[in-house]
């Protein structure tokens, strides 16, 4: 079935140092992506979103990019410090018909900050 | 703000008896909730979509009479898990939406973990 999935299953990275989270999506139908950060024991928490017309958003830190050529989305951090440590997830929005409309979220990548 | 809130956040509960977890939308009237099962290093599985006064819509390979879902209220949706197994023990989040013109906004819950001996 489709999916939405990502390259690195775990990524480490020096406190200070930018970090980059990739995510592959496989149906060019989904018109918007949601990167959502999760610790451990806790809801999933959004970080920042993009709908499918743009290729690129900014927020506070953190920038997605999104390549609907090779349907990718990436997710960059700036500075990254130790509370950025957590497990993050994409999700696309697919509608389903009529106002129906599911988040399918990809596998996560655990980002873990070294100090 | 959105907040979505779940009770309990953690319920232990011996194989064979059922379980039911509450997800409440506090701030705003949610049209639409979501319930994901989670098992551990794993993503977040969609296993039904809960509309107010309406049947829920079960994903895939999802059992409807093992995971009974109701979604009486506009901020209030349940979902009991009955005659509860180990394999059942996992991470149960809701989500919310606020309504059919927001339909990308969904609200997740803190998550309510579930573990069955």
């Known amino acids: 079935g489709e999916s939405v999935g990502l390259h690195l299953p775990t990524l480490s990275v020096q406190e200070g140092d930018n970090s980059i989270i990739n995510c592959a999506y496989s149906n060019s139908a989904s018109d918007y992506f949601i990167w959502y950060k999760q610790e451990s024991g806790k809801g999933p928490q959004f970080i920042i979103d993009i709908r499918s017309n743009m290729d690129k958003r900014q927020g506070q830190r953190v920038t997605v990019l999104l390549n609907k050529t090779v349907k990718h989305l990436s997710l960059q951090i700036a500075a990254t410090q130790p509370g950025d440590s957590a497990v993050y997830f994409c999700a696309e929005n697919r509608a389903y018909g009529g106002a129906t409309n599911k988040l399918i979220f990809g596998t996560g990548t655990l980002l873990a900050v070294q100090p | 703000g959105a907040v979505v809130s779940q009770h309990p956040s953690w319920v232990i509960c011996k194989s064979g008896t059922s379980v039911k977890i509450e997800c409440r939308s506090l701030d705003f009237q949610a049209t639409t909730m979501f319930w994901y099962r989670q098992f551990p290093k794993q993503s977040l599985m969609l296993m039904a979509t809960?509309?107010?006064?309406?049947?829920?819509?079960?994903e895939q390979g999802v059992e409807k009479d093992k995971f009974l879902i109701n979604h009486a209220s506009l901020t209030l949706s349940t979902l009991t898990v009955t005659s509860a197994h180990p394999e059942d023990s996992s991470f149960y989040i809701c989500s919310a939406r606020k309504g059919l013109a927001a339909a990308y906004e969904q609200y997740f819950g803190p998550g309510t973990r579930l573990t069955v001996t």
């Open positions: 809960s509309n107010e006064g309406s049947k829920a819509t079960y």
